[in-house]
């Protein structure tokens, strides 16, 4: 009788056959390769494009896709990391920004920074920038890069 109540109250709260806990996500090779493509064709005048994947909490989610140089970049609240899919880029990182402007609460963008490291970046690189740290990526001419990225609150 114990081990029949048990099992009743495990199967109670065990989660239906298929269903996925709150807040699971899956993005498989496949499906950012597929939304890979897209970016590449919907590309903005800065020839950059990105794919928000969701909202967690204190974190997100986005697949990005440049054919040119960004903007240098200050998030103040919010440390990324990257997760290079394809192509090749510099970052460069540390320094200061060139012409800061504040474009949204807590980010800057500018024309490019000053003093910064440059490091190259290639398919299957992590990168982890911590919030207040100035930082720009860099594609030559005829180059794409295409990277996933999670933004995680600083506090």
């Known amino acids: ?34 939304l890979e493509s897209k970016l590449s064709a919907g590309l903005n005048a800065q020839e950059f494009a990105v794919q928000s994947l969701g909202t967690f909490g204190n974190h997100s989610f ?9 903007q240098a970049e200050l998030h103040e609240t919010q440390n990324d990391v990257f997760f290079v899919q394809s192509g090749r880029a510099m970052l460069v990182v540390g320094g200061t920004v060139v012409e800061p402007k504040t474009v949204a609460p807590h980010e800057t963008r500018g024309s490019s920074i000053n003093g910064g490291e440059q490091k190259a970046l290639g398919p ?8 207040g ?19 995680i609150d600083a506090k």
């Open 124 to 131: 299957g690189d992590v990168v982890h920038i911590p919030a």
């Open 62 to 70: 986005m697949l990005a896709h440049r054919e040119g140089n960004g």
């Open 1 to 34: 009788m114990k081990t029949i109540a048990t099992l009743l109250l495990a199967l109670t709260f065990a989660l239906p056959a298929g269903s996925e806990p709150a807040g699971f996500e899956l993005w498989t090779a496949s499906h950012l390769k597929t």
């Open 133 to 151: 740290v100035p930082h720009q990526l860099l594609v030559d001419a005829g180059n794409q890069f295409t990277y996933f990225v999670v933004k």
